[in-house]
């Protein structure tokens, strides 16, 4: 091989390198350290709720924007169930009533996912809500033993809720997560959860 093609070579993989290290300090601001063995769940916890409250922020205008927390089980039917949390933030805004979301989704060992998608409601009464949604979003298994092939993981959910007194509803959800194809294997994950709605704004005046 000519030296010139080997030195092309090896700056190329030290600039690859290089940026690595930069985008992994940058996450290391942001997400919980694979270094690090302690709290991984508690620091889940606080980075959802950090994200949850940007969204709020910047969505504070907007009628019909919901925040969604849920507790449950993960790997329902591919593995040994482990506890599961997540937050999930719903915007008002709607195209023929599709709505974005933004999620962060959390199990016991660490592993997180962190995505966003569209999802649409059927209201059955004024009490009965069913949800579905779907999207893409980043996977990271920190110490779980668990992985899902790839980190590039589509998650799709299904949930019907009961309107409570006062606008927030309570209900069950069904997920599943997979790559769909993206990875060498694709063993996905299932969670079932309970889940509690709550509307933001629905005391806000109509804007004129």
């Known amino acids: ?28 601001w942001i997400l919980p350290s694979p270094k690090l063995s302690g709290p991984s769940w508690t620091q889940l916890v606080v980075i959802a709720l950090m994200l949850q409250l940007g969204l709020v922020a910047a969505e504070a205008r907007e009628r019909g924007n919901e925040f969604v927390f849920a507790l449950g089980v993960a790997r ?66 920190h110490h779980s033993p668990r992985d899902l092939g790839s980190t590039l993981e589509f998650y799709s959910n299904v949930e019907l809720t009961r309107r409570l007194n006062g606008g927030s509803q309570i209900g069950l959800s069904f997920g599943h997560v997979s790559n769909g194809g993206f990875g060498n294997e694709n063993p996905g994950s299932e969670t079932l959860r309970l889940v509690f709605v709550r509307p933001f704004d629905r005391h806000r005046p109509e804007r004129r």
Request: aromatic share 14%.
């Open 76 to 141: 329902l039917l591919s593995g040994t169930p482990v506890a599961a949390c997540s937050t999930e933030y719903r915007l008002g805004r709607n195209w023929r009533g599709i709505h974005p979301y933004f999620a962060v989704h959390g199990v016991k060992g660490g592993a997180y996912y962190v995505g966003g998608g569209l999802l649409y409601h059927w209201v059955f009464s004024c009490a009965w809500r069913l949800t579905l949604s779907s999207g893409p979003g980043y996977y990271d298994r």
């Open 1 to 28: 091989m000519p030296a010139a093609t080997i030195h092309r070579k090896g700056v190329l993989d030290f600039e690859a390198k290089r940026d690595l290290s930069r985008l992994r300090n940058v996450l290391g």
